[in-house]
């Protein structure tokens, strides 16, 4: 059996851990530079407020009259206490897989039944996060990773379940399907959706129903699989619930317009220390990458993009090597006079660092060991805690900027919280008379 633990409204909920003044009031968390909405609590979407991807300058108005609050995206806080989260969540079954910043698989094997039952033991899950990390989740099991999506899914928005679902029986598989709209299965999505409602699939349980060859043939041996995942016949490997990313790319706007070659520079690379730690964290190394940068379309002046390809002698995961390159490129991406209003880097050829055969005259220089402990250092005490000269002067975090960024480029947070439990000066005070 598969549970699946997922965080209700992940970025809103960990904004309401440490600051109990707001957990009864809507609360909205906004984007990079806060451009637009990416999450919003509970309280706020049954208000009717806080859809997602809405630029958040058209609604101002309209949160502030609803008495929301607002707040920046604070990544170093979200990262520490889904880090909490899924060190508890672990405890809980001999295997287990990260699957996203608030989602997380337990494994237990095909036979294994807890001696309370699997209902009392997927509470007992959702109790024990709420009490040792306070983030509230909805648990969902199933005998496949697709069924324990669907009773993760039902455990939050079918009625009767209250957090917790599971699908041990064919009464309840039956129920929980025909209460799911097809475009709500792992894996499908709109538009794939749009498709299986043209030839009368609207349902998860139609489905589940559906001949697996005309899917096959239809749509994909991938589609073909979640109806035989829907039906409880794993076709999901373990280490196979989540492939490795074919590409990897890291940008941003600016906080502010970019005019000077360094700053651009610093930026750039900015991006290569966040782009090659997503590299190696999925085992890949780095044949081809891109450079970009442009002006914005909307500004008065002329619109000016510029993009490098650059194809390293050696596949690599080094970020020192990636960044020397890019340090290379930016004369061939930067020209004077433009006022740069974003940056990139795409990772867009990548091989499998366990499969790849060395050259034997271009050989691997990549400081493997070295990376991987500046990895588990960010990763503990928050990013850039190390990182390469290259990237630019960092200095102590403010609440305008990222972590310890000053630079111009840094990301605009106007309305961040404190970072409770990366940053010494924001742990919690408490005062006693």
């Not at 709420?130 to 909805?138: A, Q, T």
């Not at 001949?211 to 794993?234: A, D, Q, Y």
């Not at 492939?243 to 900015?270: C, M, N, W, Y």
């Amino acid at each position: 059996m598969y549970a699946l633990c997922d965080v209700n409204s992940m970025y809103a909920s960990c904004e309401k851990v440490f600051d109990p003044s707001i957990r009864n009031k809507p609360v909205i968390v906004l984007t990079n530079n806060d451009g637009c909405i990416c999450a919003a609590c509970g309280i706020a979407k049954r208000m009717g407020i806080g859809k997602k991807f809405v630029p958040y300058f058209q609604v101002k108005d309209e949160l502030a009259a609803a008495g929301a609050i607002i707040r920046s995206s604070n990544y170093e806080l979200y990262a520490d206490l889904s880090q909490r989260m899924m060190d508890t969540c672990a405890r809980f079954a001999p295997h287990f897989h990260i699957y996203s910043i608030d989602e997380c698989f337990l494994y237990y094997g095909a036979n294994y039944v807890p001696p309370e039952g699997w209902n009392a033991h997927a509470a007992l899950i959702r109790r024990t996060v709420w009490k040792e990390v306070r983030l509230p989740i909805g648990v969902g099991v199933g005998s496949t990773p697709t069924l324990a999506k669907a009773a993760n899914h039902a455990s939050k928005r079918i009625d009767g379940y209250r957090g917790v679902a599971v699908i041990d029986n064919e009464q309840i598989r039956q129920h929980i399907l025909k209460h799911m709209d097809v475009t709500d299965v792992w894996g499908i999505g709109r538009r794939l959706g749009k498709r299986l409602n043209d030839v009368g699939i609207n349902t998860a349980w139609q489905l589940s129903k559906a001949k697996p060859g005309f899917i096959r043939k239809e749509f994909s041996i991938l589609v073909e699989n979640t109806v035989h995942e829907l039906n409880g016949i794993p076709k999901l490997n373990w280490d196979e619930v989540r492939s490795p990313k074919q590409q990897i790319f890291s940008t941003r706007s600016f906080g502010q317009r970019v005019t000077d070659k360094t700053e651009l520079r610093h930026a750039l690379i900015s991006h290569v220390t966040i782009a090659a730690s997503k590299l190696r964290r999925q085992n890949s190394l780095l044949k081809t990458l891109q450079v970009f940068a442009c002006s914005s379309p909307h500004d008065n002046d002329s619109y000016y993009r510029q993009s490098i390809l650059h194809t390293f002698p050696a596949p690599t995961s080094d970020t020192s090597i990636i960044a020397h390159a890019v340090s290379t490129l930016v004369d061939s991406v930067y020209r004077k006079g433009v006022k740069f209003y974003k940056c990139g880097v795409g990772l867009i050829e990548l091989v499998d660092a366990a499969h790849y055969q060395q050259d034997l005259f271009n050989v691997l220089h990549d400081k493997t060991d070295l990376m991987h402990c500046i990895d588990r250092i960010n990763s503990r005490y928050g990013r850039n805690t190390v990182h390469v000269a290259a990237q630019g002067t960092i200095q102590s975090t403010t609440q305008s900027t990222t972590q310890g960024a000053t630079q111009k480029f840094a990301m605009r947070r106007e309305f961040l919280s404190p970072q409770y439990t990366t940053r010494l000066a924001d742990i919690p005070k408490i005062f006693c008379d």
